[in-house]
């Protein structure tokens, strides 16, 4: 069947307003992640309660995940997203009056809450609007947009708290999210060309078990769990890691920044050479094995301008294997359940995010060295690379079921 015989040139506008607001979402996650200390200080709370304000946000969207992918599939991803953006607009103002730290912490649930609406409509606007030779690289748009409001997220927020103050910078933030909010609900139009699919009643268990059951789509959210699981583990004990190296808390600051900003550039690059040569497999393989080949240097080098190099590398390579990984679980599922399978590799990513960062503090142990935490990623990404190539090419496969 074919989807969009004459792409509405329209599907730019409607993918670049996605993109602000998972920006948006994924910012006002890491916000902060710089603040952890500050945060102790202001709230007299453990550094263990401070992270709750960040921990909670892949908690809850494990607990989300299907459900949204499921209301995707039923209602389409306008609906979804514009829930999840006003959710994200309304716990945003509740952070400017949080004297109390739990009330900080529910205003962070609130938007923890909408993320899972809006990162998992991705799958389904793609389909809506863009044409099978577009589809990769739109994803890996919408994917740029997340990867930038991380970065905005951890870059802007301790600035503008030196500048402004605490309460000042909620409000900026909260103001950022109304208006993407406001922008999205006006502006975001479904395809008017496009089958009208989501009136077609989904159940959780029409499509979830089905999905599950699919061994092929089965390999793809494991390969999510390892994957988000090795991202989030290295990014959360980067510091320790590279202090064992010589290199600072500011130097390692910046190297988590540079692997970012690569992931920026790539999520644009990869994906569209994944289009033009109509294969996804190689991609994605060959982005795991490039990410396991510097992985051990990137960890051990001691040479601060060496380990800027390859983080540049690492996420330039990695971080895309996101975006085709969204894609291959979408050309397998087809267009009807394209949301629940979002929604499910979303569920094992963010799973394998907290038990990996777990997992590699239970590895180290009470020992000095990351080492033993640094070989357990090389482990889950050497996996990673063999479950990736057992894969099927998937780019000919775009079904409506």
């Known amino acids: 069947m074919t989807i969009n015989p004459k792409p509405n040139p329209y599907r730019w506008i409607v993918l670049t307003l996605f993109l602000c607001v998972a920006g948006v979402s994924q910012m006002l996650w890491l916000n902060f992640a710089p603040l952890i200390s500050m945060i102790q200080k202001q709230y007299q709370v453990s550094e263990s309660t401070a992270g709750l304000l960040l921990l909670v946000f892949p908690l809850v969207y494990v607990l989300l995940s299907i459900p949204s992918g499921s209301l995707i599939d039923r209602k389409g991803y306008r609906y979804s997203v514009n829930l999840g953006a006003v959710l994200m607009a309304v716990f945003s103002c509740t952070r400017i009056w949080s004297g109390h730290f739990w009330l900080l912490f529910i205003s962070q649930l609130g938007i923890a809450i909408g993320q899972p609406f809006v990162v998992n409509g991705i799958s389904k606007l793609v389909l809506e609007w863009f044409p099978k030779e577009q589809t990769a690289i739109a994803t890996g748009l919408g994917t740029m947009g997340m990867f930038i409001g991380m970065a905005l997220g951890m870059a802007l927020t301790p600035a503008l708290v030196e500048q402004f103050g605490f309460q000042k910078t909620m409000e900026i933030f909260a103001a950022i999210s109304i208006f993407t909010c406001m922008m999205f609900l006006l502006f975001a139009k479904k395809n008017p ?10 159940t959780i268990q029409e499509s979830f078990l089905p999905l599950l059951q699919n061994r092929s789509l089965l390999k793809v959210f494991i390969l999510a769990f390892l994957g988000l699981g090795f991202f989030n583990g290295l990014t959360t004990w980067i510091e320790p890691i590279l202090a064992q190296s010589g290199i600072n808390s ?38 795991i094995w490039i990410a396991l080949l510097t992985l051990y240097p990137l960890c051990t080098l001691r040479t601060y301008s060496g380990v800027l190099c390859l983080a540049i590398i690492q996420g330039f390579f990695f971080l895309p294997a996101f975006a085709l990984l969204l894609e291959v679980a979408s050309e397998l599922a087809g267009e009807r359940l394209a949301g629940s399978a979002t929604g499910i590799l979303m569920l094992f990513g963010n799973a394998g995010g907290v038990l990996v960062i777990l997992a590699m503090e239970w590895v180290k142990g009470d020992g000095p060295s990351f080492f033993p935490a640094v070989l357990l990623v090389l482990a889950i990404l050497t996996i990673a690379a063999g479950l990736a190539g057992i894969l099927p090419e998937t780019h000919q496969r775009r079904k409506v079921q």
């Open 193 to 202: 060309t496009h089958a009208n699919l989501d009136s077609q009643e989904v």
């Open 250 to 287: 500011e130097q390692a600051g910046m190297v988590g920044g540079v692997l970012i900003l690569g992931g920026i550039v790539g999520a644009v690059v990869i994906p569209g050479l994944s289009d033009h040569f109509k294969r996804r497999k190689p991609f994605l393989v060959g982005s």
